[in-house]
């Protein structure tokens, strides 16, 4: 097996092939990113049997829901959709989401509950120990992180959060995913992909200062 993967969203869209999938935090901020040709709930959408849309921007579900797509303006730390879905779904994606709650093990304890059996949460996060973090303190005295991200988490601690929530992780890979493509100037792809290389490079030696983490979950007990 790899020391770590590159590849985020192939990941993410192998998992839910054919399957019945909640993709939270689907909207990703704003509703000019649902245009976008990469809008990942949009690739969801082609491969997965049913699919169901979860984001805390009201204004944007509601439009999004006009132009025919099926998604819940819910708290991801409370929600309920039971009565809609008594059965549960096959895969709830929750790529980038956990870093931005307040209240990462009700989010957990809500993703349990809406789990059918033998389903999994694929998680993706950053990681705690990533060199690029190293780096900014290094330099800056303290990590630059996204203003929105309330906490970041490590290999042990997150793994730890998710069994304390009744939740067993099935699979775990450090994962080194190459952002060129999402900066646009010449100047910011070029200091993407040096950064890229040298996470690659330290990650390749040691994974645990990969940038991110793919954790695959189960409802604990489930066979």
Request: one cysteine or more.
């Amino acid at each position: 097996m790899a020391r770590f993967r590159t590849e985020k969203d192939q990941f993410i869209l192998d998992r839910c092939r054919g399957k019945k999938v909640l993709d939270m935090g689907c909207v990703n901020h704003t509703l000019e990113a649902t245009l976008l040709d990469d809008w990942r709930h949009a690739q969801i959408k082609k491969v997965a049997k049913e699919l169901v849309g979860l984001d805390y921007e009201a204004e944007v579900v509601r439009e999004l829901n006009q132009r025919g797509w099926n998604v819940v303006a819910a708290d991801a730390q409370d929600f309920d959709l039971t009565k809609q879905h008594p059965g549960g779904f096959d895969v709830i994606v929750a790529s980038e989401i956990i870093e931005h709650l307040v209240n990462p093990g009700s989010f957990l304890r809500c993703v349990r509950k809406h789990l059918a059996p033998g389903g999994e949460l694929v998680l993706t996060t950053p990681q705690a120990y990533g060199i690029a973090f190293f780096f900014e303190v290094l330099v800056w005295g303290e990590e630059h992180m996204n203003d929105d991200h309330t906490m970041t988490f490590s290999r042990k601690n997150l793994d730890w959060l998710i069994r304390k929530c009744g939740l067993e992780v099935k699979e775990f890979h450090f994962l080194n995913p190459d952002s060129t493509r999402l900066h646009k100037s010449l100047g910011a792809r070029a200091a993407a992909k040096l950064l890229y290389i040298v996470q690659y490079l330290f990650a390749w030696i040691r994974p645990g200062y990969s940038k991110e983490m793919i954790f695959v979950v189960g409802r604990g007990g489930d066979r």
